[in-house]
């Protein structure tokens, strides 16, 4: 789904710009709202980080197609929409930038695709399903599918209206919606079963970590003289504590650098869905060569490294480092404006 240079003309690529801009400007300050506790921000920048991971992971979808994670459901559900978009969104940065991954020309229009769209379309669909499923933890699971699955497909329709207002090629939009919406479907479920089985294991282990199901638990009330009143907390052992923060972040730190360190070699080497929509239908007649072309991490190998395992193994480490140290930066600078905001001088102003 990553758009490269040429795909799209100059006005449509700057119109797109200016919504990812206004996008990123809104989630800035939303998400302020939602990195509320003290390790909100490494946990934020580690989702960046395994989605970056998981991208690179493509799978097999039909005959010579592929597909990868998007991450913008996964992203919303696991630490809040606003800072969802925030998230996919340094995830494309660091692959346009530094791996040659999706034009920079480009750079609004697959923020605006894949990280706007994706999350805000998953995520209203994702409270939308919690608002009529039984409040329970295998409700998050089923409604993260559910978004998860929809929400690949909704990009792939947004695309294709980006193409319409500015494809640089004379392909019927008719023939562009079948391709990329049929093939999108299949991808969209590769995307949901990564974004159930990841949103189920957190919340196995932490569900008070998982945004989309904050406010399951209502606390038990009791009936005293007539009246309603909130029963006593009880306290928890320390056999039954949860999972501290720090293990989880480790632990999803490990898993990232393992699945884009070793497991991405075994990655299917087929075009993902819009490679293969854009070859077989005349879409990249126009492309242009990427712009960080000569980046040392271009196409996620390190140049001058010859052998393809390490050069590749080494490029998703580093990816993967780069991501987490970049996105942990973002949302620590968000949450240190939003304690400025709430400070003692300033409610005094």
């Known amino acids: 789904m990553h758009v490269p240079d ?47 991971a998981v991208q690179m992971l493509n799978f097999p979808v039909a005959a010579g197609t592929s597909g990868h994670l998007l991450g913008g459901a996964l992203a919303a559900i696991l630490v809040g929409p606003y800072t969802g978009v925030l998230c996919v969104s340094v995830v494309l940065l660091m692959q346009g930038v530094l791996f040659a991954d999706g034009g920079l020309t480009a750079l609004g229009v697959n923020i605006t695709d894949m990280a ?93 970590l998982v945004h989309g199901a ?26 039954a504590a949860p999972v501290s923060r720090r293990k989880v972040w480790v632990t999803g730190l490990v898993a990232s650098l393992v699945l884009a360190g070793f497991v991405s070699f075994y990655a299917s080497a087929n075009p993902d869905g819009l490679e293969k929509v854009a070859h077989d239908k005349g879409i990249d007649t126009k492309a242009k060569e990427h712009a960080a072309a000569g980046s040392p991490l271009a196409d996620y190998g390190v140049k001058d490294v010859s052998d393809a395992r390490l050069s590749g193994g080494l490029a998703g480490v580093i990816g993967v480092g780069v991501t987490v140290a970049a996105g942990s930066a973002v949302f620590w600078a968000v949450r240190r404006r939003r304690d400025a905001d709430v400070s003692p001088a300033n409610h005094g102003l």
């Open 6 to 52: 040429g795909f799209i003309d100059a006005p449509t690529s700057a119109v797109t710009a200016v919504v990812a801009a206004g996008a990123l400007a809104v989630s800035l300050r939303g998400a302020r709202r939602e990195l509320g506790g003290e390790k909100a921000a490494p946990l934020a920048g580690l989702v960046a980080a395994f989605i970056f």
């Open 116 to 208: 706007l769209v994706t999350t805000v379309v998953s995520y209203a669909l994702f409270r939308g399903l919690l608002a009529v499923l039984p409040r329970g933890r295998r409700s998050v699971t089923v409604a993260s599918f559910v978004a998860a699955l929809v929400s690949v497909p909704a990009a792939a329709c947004a695309f294709t209206l980006i193409y319409a207002a500015g494809g640089t090629t004379d392909v019927p939009i008719g023939k562009v919606a079948t391709a990329m919406i049929g093939v999108h479907v299949l991808i969209g479920v590769g995307e949901a079963v990564i974004t159930a089985l990841t949103v189920g294991a957190v919340i196995a282990v932490r569900p008070d």
């Open 214 to 239: 904050r406010g399951l638990r209502q606390r038990l009330r009791l009936r005293v003289d007539g009246e309603l009143v909130d029963a006593p907390a009880v306290p928890v052992s320390p056999a």
